[in-house]
């Protein structure tokens, strides 16, 4: 596992180490990571990594903002510890297939 504290060093992590999932949390203190998400998948190198929206922001409609954004999964905090290993794993056997998964969403 690999963590960066902002944008910037999530960025050039990104590039060295081309993860399978992301674990991101929305708010970054450089760049929020609705913004980061944006970016990774509009480009073509990193278009296909896994990106799950991790966050406190559990207001109506941030769920949607996240897959809107390109993320492939929400994950509400306070994290379940017990369902987390379960969502991942669901996550990366399922790939990026164009739709988010239902599972994903657990808030």
């Known amino acids: 596992m690999v963590t960066a504290m902002d944008a910037q060093q999530a960025q050039?992590?990104?590039?060295?180490?081309?993860?399978?999932?992301?674990?991101?949390?929305i708010g970054l203190p450089d760049m929020d990571g609705l913004t980061l998400t944006q970016k990774?998948?509009?480009?073509?190198?990193?278009?296909?990594?896994?990106i799950v929206a991790l966050t406190a922001f559990v207001m109506k409609g941030d769920m949607e903002r996240a897959i809107a954004a390109g993320c492939d999964g929400y994950i509400a905090k306070p994290?379940?510890?017990r369902k987390l290993p379960n969502q991942i794993a669901e996550l990366l056997l399922r790939g990026v297939e164009g739709q988010p998964s239902a599972e994903s969403h657990e808030r």
Request: net charge negative.
């Open 12 to 25: 050039a992590m990104v590039q060295q180490t081309r993860p399978d999932l992301i674990l991101m949390d």
């Open 40 to 50: 990774m998948k509009a480009d073509q190198k990193t278009c296909n990594i896994i």
């Open 79 to 81: 994290v379940d510890t």
